[in-house]
């Protein structure tokens, strides 16, 4: 489905406690730079726990989708927004290699999310992100800091960055590798701020990976929250938090999917509101996204939830409201 498709039939005004406006406006912007891309899957995030109704943008481009990305972007003029202008010609560079060099050719999938900032501003700028669950041991690793980090970059990955996704990588859990990385080049003040995403793990060794990949926070804080997540999770845990050449960033992202339990997302929705972590309001917005059936084409559900933790506290949840071209959808929980 092409980009246009999503926004031609996007429900104005249907999803407001949740989906801002500005979001949409942003993401129209892209629709008429980018019509005829290949789109299967974007996200809306909501941050539950604030009343402004704000958040990022995402699309992700598989491989079945990538040439059609590397032609428009080819005809695409992104010189005139000045600043915006790097982070497009980097995910520019990444997709077009991404389609024709060998030492890309093992990565699953690429992410672009728009800040809510730039999605405001009407010139949205994208952090990129790139599937890298072969990444297990520090030789896969050495091939992608060489290649498609580098090509994020815009130059070669630091020593000290290197070594710090090294430490990240040796303290994961047995069996578990990474799920993404991503490089913040929206960010005006940390450009290359380097987001690493663990793959999946329990809970309880959450909070042992985080302190032997040199994590400085509240450990029992988190525990704790960790604990109370237990009953309505739905078991698997991704953290994702900012590698720089210096130290590994104390703000760190716990994300799980709900328990497939009947009832499950009414009682977690329930238990967050009464924690503080979310707000009726938007609380009821959710359970109206997945009510809603845009256009039978597209599907709503929920990708995820995720915590943000400032090293001291949970400071809320987030939700990530999945829109995607499935036609035959059997469980609402999709896992990213």
């Not at 032609?71 to 497009?88: K, N």
């Not at 970059?153 to 996704?165: A, E, H, K, M, S």
């Not at 042992?208 to 604990?227: I, M, N, S, T």
Request: charged fraction near 25%.
């Amino acid at each position: 489905m092409f980009l246009r498709d999503y926004f031609d039939h996007f429900p104005k005004n249907r999803h407001n406690a949740v989906v801002s406006d500005s979001a949409v406006a942003g993401a129209a912007v892209l629709e008429r730079l980018l019509p005829t891309v290949d789109v299967s899957s974007c996200i809306f995030e909501c941050e539950l726990y604030r009343p402004e109704v704000e958040g990022d943008y995402s699309l992700r481009i598989t491989q079945g989708e990538l040439s059609s990305w590397v032609s428009e972007l080819r005809e695409t003029a992104f010189r005139d927004w000045s600043a915006g202008a790097v982070p497009w010609e980097r995910a520019r560079e990444f997709l077009s290699r991404w389609a024709t060099e060998p030492a890309f050719s093992k990565l699953g999938e690429f992410w672009l999310e728009f800040d809510y900032e730039t999605l405001k501003m009407g010139y949205p700028k994208p952090c990129c992100f790139f599937g890298a669950e072969t990444v297990q041991d520090p030789v896969e690793l050495r091939h992608i800091c060489a290649g498609p980090l580098s090509a994020l970059l815009g130059r070669q990955t630091p020593d000290g960055l290197r070594d710090n996704l090294k430490r990240c990588i040796r303290a994961l859990p047995l069996e578990t590798g990474l799920f993404q990385i991503g490089v913040m080049l929206s960010r005006d003040e940390t450009p290359e701020s380097t987001r690493l995403f663990t793959g999946e793990m329990g809970a309880g060794q959450v909070v042992p990976f985080l302190r032997a990949a040199g994590w400085q926070g509240a450990e029992p804080v988190l525990e704790e929250f960790l604990k109370w997540s237990v009953s309505h999770s739905d078991g698997l845990y991704i953290v994702d938090f900012d590698v720089f050449a210096e130290k590994i960033s104390s703000n760190v992202g716990v994300n799980f999917g709900v328990s497939p339990r009947d009832g499950a997302l009414e009682a977690f929705l329930d238990a967050m509101r009464k924690h503080g972590f979310a707000r009726g309001e938007k609380c009821a917005g959710v359970k109206k996204w997945l009510e809603s059936d845009d256009i039978p084409q597209l599907t709503n559900n929920i990708s995820h939830f995720k915590f943000p933790f400032d090293g001291y506290r949970v400071k809320g949840a987030k939700v990530y409201l999945r829109h995607e071209e499935t036609p035959d959808v059997t469980k609402i929980w999709g896992r990213w």
